[in-house]
């Protein structure tokens, strides 16, 4: 699968069918979007062998227009509008990618609402929507108008890890640093080169940079691990690096959904169904390691925010004061949580205690 890009909506192909359905869903579809091309606009896309299989197009509005929606947005802060989304169907990995996309940017803009309009024959787009926290508002003409707010604020929250996605609930959560290879890293969050300073959330790299993840490990302690926990994700030193200070660093943070043992699974096909999509290896290596049980704990969580600034090791050693006996997992209190969460400049608005 290729990288989402984004283009200026004039070097798009809008004569490829992918846009077919659109024109049929909406009188001047080709009006609207030739005006788009010549405002010098951009949309998200995303290919696959050549081929568009998903297009997004983002609106900050501020004030929102509010034209012919019933009842009225709030005009006291800006939102944003997703005001083009279409997916191929290729399960739902491939919605994820747009979904996390539509948050990235919105958090990255401090906007914390989202609207979208939305045909009700759109059931597959319309559950997606839903299973990540939007509810069904009001209409605008014959649609019905969606809204997701990404809570800031404990009275906000919903009580349940995707419904509240992608803000983190810290209360009663317990907080790890779950250390990572630097080759399994790579292929699982698609922000894992090694760069400091003014990291672009935007940026897509593979099909990894996905919601969901699924983990497995044989890792100490990673049994003790509860859903709504918060595990700091670390890159470990690569091996032909000389010092770990500056090699070894703090990326993402993700909150657990399900700790498994691999003895929960009845047999190879129910481990390897529940591994994939939202896992980094082929089937044939799920089969191994099913097979010989080298790697008995599966780790299911969700990718919430990645770092704008890596957090070296250097740094957290200073943050926590002590060395721990191993960095592969470690418990934090929840001032070291926070001081490696500031470190990254991660937006705290979304971090509720």
Known sequence: MSNIEEKYIKDIDISNPFFDSLRSDYDGFDAWIERKALSGEKAYVLFDDNRIVAFLYLKVE?????????????????????????????????GERLIKRVFD??????IYDVYV????????????????GFVEYGKKNEEIVLIKNI?????????????????????????????????????????????????????DMSESNSIHKVYITKIYGAEQLRRGD????????????????????????????????????????????YCKPHNIFTNSELERFFEKKTYPKVIKMTYNV?????VILGVIREILGEEPSYWGFVRLTDSGFLNILREGSVDDRIIID
């Open 62 to 94: 501020n004030p929102v227009d509010n034209t012919n929606i019933d009842p009225k947005l709030d005009t006291g802060h800006p939102w944003l509008k997703i005001g083009t989304m279409k997916i191929e169907a290729h399960g739902t990995k491939l």
């Open 105 to 110: 940017f919105a958090v990255s803009k401090n």
């Open 117 to 132: 309009t939305s045909f009700a024959k759109q059931t597959p787009l319309i559950a997606l929507l839903k299973r990540y």
């Open 151 to 203: 809570p800031t604020r404990r009275q906000d929250i919903r009580g349940d890890i995707l419904l509240d996605y992608p803000a983190v609930i810290t209360t009663n959560a317990n907080k790890y640093i779950l250390g990572i290879w630097p080759e399994y890293h790579t292929r699982m969050f698609s922000d894992s080169i090694l760069k400091t300073e003014n990291y672009d959330i935007l940026r």
């Open 230 to 273: 918060c595990l700091i994700i670390y890159r470990t030193k690569d091996d032909s690096a000389s010092n770990a200070n500056y090699s070894s660093v703090a990326t993402s943070l993700c909150v657990v959904e399900e700790y498994r043992d691999l003895s929960s699974f009845g047999n190879v096909n129910e481990f390897v169904e």
């Open 306 to 310: 990645s770092f704008k600034k890596r």
